[in-house]
């Protein structure tokens, strides 16, 4: 089963979001996490620092990323294993740098998440991100 990770910037209460090209095969013409596909090779911390490069532009600092979880999405040929993770810092301003992967990005507001055609699983974690918040600052501490 294939693996991706996607990740979580929040800033100001409001959550980056990337919108999918309509063309998309797997979950076309809705919002989503950014991220993508673990390659041969890569830990999904070095796969979430290259996507976030490559899709937004930006550089994140890892040690200020915690894993929140991790789900199964899809099914058949399509089912792959996501990991979501919490980007507490990063350098840089994101800007869409895969308009073929994406025709939009916007930062949402954690409560209007609910309004949007988001796909699978993966976003059911940023409609709680205040606790995630508190868990990532908690697994900090330890």
């Known amino acids: ?60 600092v890892a040690e200020s990323a915690a894993r929140l979880g991790v789900l199964r999405a899809g099914r058949g040929a399509d089912a792959v294993r996501v990991g979501v993770w919490l980007i507490g810092a990063w350098a840089g301003s994101p800007a869409n740098r895969a308009p073929d992967e994406h025709d939009d990005i916007a930062w949402v507001g954690i409560g209007a998440l609910g309004g949007l055609s988001l796909p699978h699983g993966v976003l059911a974690a940023a409609r709680h991100l205040p606790a995630f918040e508190r868990l990532a600052v908690i697994s900090a501490l330890q």
């Not at 980056?16 to 309509?22: A, E, N, Q, Y």
């Not at 095969?25 to 979430?48: C, F, I, N, T």
């Open 1 to 60: 089963m294939p693996a991706v990770v996607t990740g979580v910037l929040v800033q100001g209460g409001a959550v980056l979001l990337v919108h999918r090209r309509p063309d998309k095969r797997v979950y076309p013409d809705v919002w989503d996490l950014p991220g993508g596909q673990v390659e041969a090779g890569e830990s999904e911390l070095q796969a979430l620092a290259r996507e976030m490069h490559e899709e937004l532009g930006v550089h994140i």
